[in-house]
């Protein structure tokens, strides 16, 4: 029972910081062509719970987290969830040998997740639009992004333990 | 046929291809603006839109409190200028409201048909697509509230873009610097035709045009209705750079200023007839009054 449990306490809280992360990249801190570039939450959770919680951050649940932050931010349908899903693919074996190691790896880690999302998405946003995004405010917005893991990583250890049992959090 | 776990682990590469394929499917799906996807946009919009707009409240607060003081710390300079503007703007209503008076009584003396006339709806941004591969906003006004796709946006005088998503009490709107963004223009003075093109830069591009020799810098873009879908004559920027046949256009709208946004909500035809009473009210509404016939007669 207390297993049972757990697992729905852990499927909540994914789905909770999922969905706070697409809101919070959202958000209007600024509009339009001169502002900069907002990091992209999304990327940071789904990668903090491939390391973390890998038997609920699978491929299906990255594709759910990947249409609803197209669909919310209005960038083309697909794109991003090609490319989360296509990521998360080729880093499922690094992110077992990531889990065990201090934050600096992985950090370094999810540097080449952002990378590759960032990448992909920027590819595929290409060929659906047969114009070349501009590179500099993706730049920006991986950057962006990548400052921001270990800052979110911190953060959502700490949720993390809640819903550990004493014994367990030590 | 397998064991436990090897029966496990196949369900589980069968549902990761499944949504993979899934993501392929739907990427060709959005990269060839298929309306099936309209639906699932819809959906999103009204479950994030209110989400959105409570978690963002905090943030549009402290944007507008670093505005204000920023605007505090250059008062004076800038209540001179506001009352230079009230006087320069006082004497221009006055040319605005007889010119319209008299506008009014020649279409009535011609029996001419009014182009489309419209009405506007003030929205607040409450998202933001975040910038790099997509140049959008959400607003949050609706379906509810008489938008519609396509319907038109400005800041306060200059188009920014149009709806392309709507929702019961959300819209999501392309501005004119996206990537996918193509609207109609022409350029003042020298009425040459030309396509303004987004490419996700603050400096969209003019292609196609009619008379390429005769761009210069600093010639006003405006939108030419042609497709339809914007009303003629909205400002959009104007002529910043001319270099290797590309030209680059500064947009009017003040993008960082942009809290609340105006809606243009077109109306129905209006024809004048004969013997109406035309009536133009101070805010610009148009309004017949049809003379009681018999009564006049007796």
Redesign the interface.
Known sequence: MKAVWSSIWALALVLVTCGVAIVLTNIAMGVGPNSTPWPRFSVIVVFFWMLHRPEIMAVPMVFAVGLAQDLVLGDIPGAGVLALVLASMMMMRWTVALRTMPLVWRWIGFAGFAALVFALEWVLTAAARLMLPPLELVLVQGGMTFLMYPVISVAMRQILRIGRTPTRSL | MFNGMGFWRVV?RG??VT??L??????????TSDPR?QP??E???DI?AP??EV??AP??FT?RIAGDAGEFLDLAAYNKKLREDVVSLSQWREVALRLEAENAQLRALNKVTLAPRFDYITAQ??????????????INAGRAQGVRPGTVVMDGTAA?GRV??LGENAA?V??V?D??SRIPAVLQPGDIRALLIG?????PKLQFLSKPGRVVKGQRVLTSNHGGIFPKGLPLGTVDSLLDNVVQVT?S?D??Q?EFVRLVIERVDLTIDSDAVLIVRADGEVEQEKADDEGDEE
Request: no cysteine; glycine share 12%.
């Open positions: 589980g549902v990761s949504a993979l899934a993501a392929v499917a739907i990427y060709i799906l959005g990269a996807l699932l946009r959906v999103a919009l994030s989400v959105t978690t963002g943030v549009r944007r941004v409450i998202g933001n697509s975040g910038g790099a591969f997509t140049q959008s906003i959400t920014i392309v998503a999501r392309v501005l610097t990537a996918s490419d996700n830069t603050g400096k947009p709208a993008f960082r942009l």
